[in-house]
């Protein structure tokens, strides 16, 4: 499988996501320290990495990648 992503469009997606959080959301708590691991994570020599969303409600599908692509991961 393979996409070819617009950056137009998922800037676009990010700014609304964005929006949408704080106007839902009084305050996301993003574990920075986590996200600079992630962020030197190499599958070649450390494995795979699996993330498995472990709240009932579906917003975890939208704020993992979300967060991911704002912190250039």
Do not use: C
Not at 17 to 46: A, C, G, I, S, W
């Amino acid at each position: 499988m393979m996409a070819d992503y617009n950056m137009k469009t998922l800037r676009l997606f990010g700014w609304i996501v964005h929006k949408m959080f704080k106007r839902l959301y009084e305050n996301v708590v993003v574990d920075k320290e986590t996200l600079e691991l992630l962020q030197n994570h190499n599958p070649k020599t450390q494995g795979p990495l699996i993330l498995m969303p472990t709240h009932r409600s579906y917003i975890d599908y939208v704020i993992v990648p979300y967060i991911f692509f704002a912190y250039k991961i």
